[in-house]
């Protein structure tokens, strides 16, 4: 990421980001809530240890739901819970790009309008993102 201009909006980020390998609609909610699933949940066979039947199995994505289901027991795991994404209404991927921008030391008024949140928004992002990443 060195050198990448600190004011790009999201989409002229993302362009810069992929160097147009990858196209911007590829990240879809649905894409960045099944990599922080895979992130948080997959163990080295690319499987999930189910809490409830304690078997390994690979779990799907229930259809209009931000939840992956167990094969066998039905269990369903939410992989925004115990995040700062929990319950936010914000889409993931302004998260992400809030991430990054953050990172490089942006303030809140500026994410606001790079990303095109409220004010009250770009605030409790910022506060969010900094307390987890200060407590790695
Ligand atoms: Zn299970």
Not at 9 to 14: L, S, W
Request: charged share 20%; proline share 4%; glycine share 2%.
């Amino acid at each position: 990421m060195v050198g990448c201009p600190e004011n790009l909006d999201y989409k002229q980020f993302f362009k810069f980001y992929h160097e147009i390998e990858t196209d911007i609609n590829e990240f879809t909610e649905e894409t960045l809530l099944t990599f922080i699933f895979i992130s948080r949940y997959w163990d080295i066979n690319e499987q999930t240890h189910c809490p409830a039947c304690k078997q390994s199995h690979y779990f799907k994505k229930v259809k209009d739901r931000t939840c992956f289901q167990c094969p066998n027991c039905s269990h369903q795991i939410y992989p925004l819970a115990g995040t700062i994404f929990h319950q936010s209404t914000t889409p993931l991927l302004k998260w992400c790009i809030a991430s990054h921008l953050i990172s490089k030391g942006t303030s809140a008024r500026k994410l606001q309008s790079l990303i095109g949140v409220s004010n009250k928004t770009a605030l409790r992002m910022k506060n969010a993102i900094t307390k987890v990443t200060h407590t790695f």
